[in-house]
């Protein structure tokens, strides 16, 4: 068993403790794997009635997959390459999260990022705090919103999700509400509490979810006016396209501060992962999470295998230059019939869940 997973029980709460503080409660395999069948275990046992997770360490909630592991295993023999197995455990914990029969409490205090959202939108409350740093940063690393991204972010108001799958920009507590991913907001001195009171509430009415979200309303507070939501309007006349060509040019015709730092912004991630996101977002709109979950696998196999995904990692995660090289380097090089093959069957190695 690793430590870097915290399993206990109060009472009739498995509260889980993601203890990787160093690399910001980043989720790796071995995390995974510890996390998987503990939380099967708590779904069957009539004694736990609700579970709670957490990150260690008061900077992170869970910034996101180990994806540098990944990159770096790129190449190297395997019998069992880790870009296979990680995606596919990943996925099927976050499948297990979103079908979770039981209030699946995340505490999102600090960062969460990519595989951290796997492991809070798929439960039934996601309670932030004034520290949250909320983000989907994957196309700064040659990848694509994943763990779930094709179902989550399409239901964020208007095209909010579309903007935030293609920029990565982040989102705070007040932007969280707003956009549905945070059910309650708590400060952060008080989780504790919070847990303890989850530990001690009676839970003898049978209804477990009204019982978890009057306690975690019993602490919530306003966060303020969500700095995202001002931008709506401009959000969806932009983001509505079915292009990241016109997307562009609509954020030059708007023309605001904000939609010159939006286009810039765009102009520095990768561009087959730009493309490849906002076909990702369309396909998926509306579909049933377990239809999302066989595409983004076939996804995370392809997309893993470009260029840009090795170098997205060495730029902004091992050398750290923020200077990547993509490959191809412009939108207009990307053709679409490569886009489109990053959505191939994988035939008997597809994620098909029941």
């Known amino acids: 068993m690793t430590t870097d997973v915290l399993l206990e029980t109060r009472g009739p709460v498995g509260l889980v403790t993601l203890n990787r503080p160093k690399a910001l ?22 004694a736990v009635k609700a579970v709670v997770i957490r990150g260690a360490g008061g900077r992170a909630f869970c910034a996101g997959g180990d994806v540098r592991a990944v990159a770096l295993s790129m190449g190297t023999p395997n019998p069992e390459p880790l870009s296979r197995a990680f995606f596919y455990e990943e996925y099927r914990l976050n499948h297990l999260i979103h079908h979770f029969p039981k209030p699946y409490v995340a505490l999102v205090d600090g960062i969460s990022m990519g595989g951290g959202l796997g492991l809070s939108a798929h439960g039934s409350h996601r309670v932030v705090t004034e520290r949250l740093v909320l983000a989907m940063p994957e196309t700064a690393i040659g990848l694509f919103p994943d763990v779930g991204g094709g179902w989550f972010l399409p239901r964020f108001p208007g095209e909010a999700g579309t903007y935030l799958g293609l920029t990565g920009m982040r989102c705070n507590a007040a932007d969280a509400l707003w956009l549905g991913y945070g059910t309650q907001h708590v400060p952060h001195d008080q989780l504790e509490a919070v847990v303890e009171a989850l530990a001690a509430a009676d839970w003898s009415s049978g209804d477990a979810r009204a019982v978890a979200t009057r306690v975690l309303n019993g602490f919530a507070t306003e966060p303020g006016p969500s700095p995202l939501k001002a931008h709506a309007e401009a959000i969806d006349r932009c983001f509505a396209k079915d292009s990241v060509e016109e997307i562009l040019a609509a954020l030059e015709a708007e023309g605001s501060p904000w939609a010159n730092e939006t286009r810039a912004t765009l102009g520095r991630m990768s561009p087959t992962s730009l493309k490849v996101t906002l076909r990702q977002l369309r396909l998926c709109w509306g579909r049933p999470y377990d239809e999302v979950v066989t595409v983004e ?35 207009a090089e990307v053709r679409d019939a490569n886009v489109e093959a990053c959505f191939a069957p994988l035939g008997e190695r597809d994620l098909v869940v029941p």
Do not use: C
């Open 297 to 331: 696998y076939r996804l995370s196999q392809h997309v893993t295998a470009l260029p840009d995904f090795r170098e997205g990692i060495r730029a902004v995660l091992v050398d750290k230059d923020n200077r990547p090289t993509w490959n191809p380097p412009t939108l």
């Open 25 to 46: 409660n980043a989720l790796d395999l071995g995390m995974i794997r510890a996390l998987h069948p503990a939380l099967e275990a708590w779904a069957r046992d009539p």
